[in-house]
Each structure stands twice: as C-alpha cells, then as structure tokens.
C-alpha cells in the first residue's frame, strides 16, 4: 500500500482527502447524536435519527480506519513516534470507551424520556474527546 501511495501523483492527495472527510463525517455524526441526547432539537424524533447517526459513524469510522492505515504505511515510524499521532490514538481509545460507558448507562425509560444525567455528562464528553482527536489529528503534520 505504502508503494502504491508512493507511486502516484495522486493516490496520497485523494486517500488524504478521503481520510479527512470519513473524519469529518465523525465528529459531525457524533456532534449531532451528542446534541439530541444533550437535548437539542427535541422536535425530531429520537431513535430513528439516532440510529440513523450511528450507521452513518459506523461507516465514516471504518473508511477513517482503512485510509488512515493506508495514510501511516507512507511513514510509519515516524508517525508512530510522533506524539500528535500518539495523543490521537489514546483519545481514540478514550472515546470508544466512553461510547461503551455510554452504551450502559443510557437506556431511557421510554423513547420520550429523557436520558439520565450520567448519559448526558457522557454526550457532552464525547463532543470534547472527538473535537480533540480532530485537534490532534491536525497537529499530527506539525509536530
């Protein structure tokens, strides 16, 4: 894959862009799910946009996974040694965990509930850990 990326004139520019707007595709994604359990925008009903949100994370996510793979095979051991690259992956893992934490603690009673206050702490959290993996995603390239 590196080779490829290599190679070409303009597989890294397009795998990059890729890369950013799977990214993008996220954080928005998540931003928005965040804002509907946060409260926001109570005129839409919940769990068809929820579920609509969390397929299209899912999706954004693993292209976000293949392309950045592909993305640090060009330079792998300067990325891994990078401490921007290296702040963005235990944010990362930050993240998922608190999308697990989440996931137990956020069961409403009824679709017209609202959710507790351990799962709404949890929304506002998870804005701030995918807003600094895009925070450190960027720096990846300054440092």
């Known amino acids: 894959m590196a080779g490829a990326l ?4 303009y597989a890294y ?6 890369h ?4 993008g595709m996220v954080v928005g994604a998540v931003a928005l799910m965040d804002l509907r359990i946060l409260g926001l925008a109570r005129g839409v009903e919940r769990e068809p946009f929820l579920r609509l949100m969390r397929v299209t994370v899912a999706v954004a996510f693993a292209v976000a ?3 950045g793979l592909a993305l640090f095979s060009v330079r792998a051991r300067e990325y891994a040694l990078n401490p921007a690259f290296q702040a963005k992956l235990v944010l990362l893992a930050l993240a998922g965990l608190n999308f697990l934490a989440f996931r137990r603690v956020a069961a409403p009673a009824a679709a017209d509930a609202a959710y507790p206050p351990a799962a ?3 929304a506002a959290l998870s804005m701030a850990l ?3 993996v895009l925070v450190a995603g960027r720096f990846i390239g300054f440092l």
């Open 6 to 9: 290599k190679a070409s004139f």
């Open 13 to 18: 520019p397009l795998v990059n862009a890729l």
């Open 20 to 23: 950013i707007l799977s990214i």
């Open 65 to 67: 996974v293949l392309t």
């Open 120 to 122: 709404k702490a949890l």
């Open 130 to 132: 995918w807003l600094s």
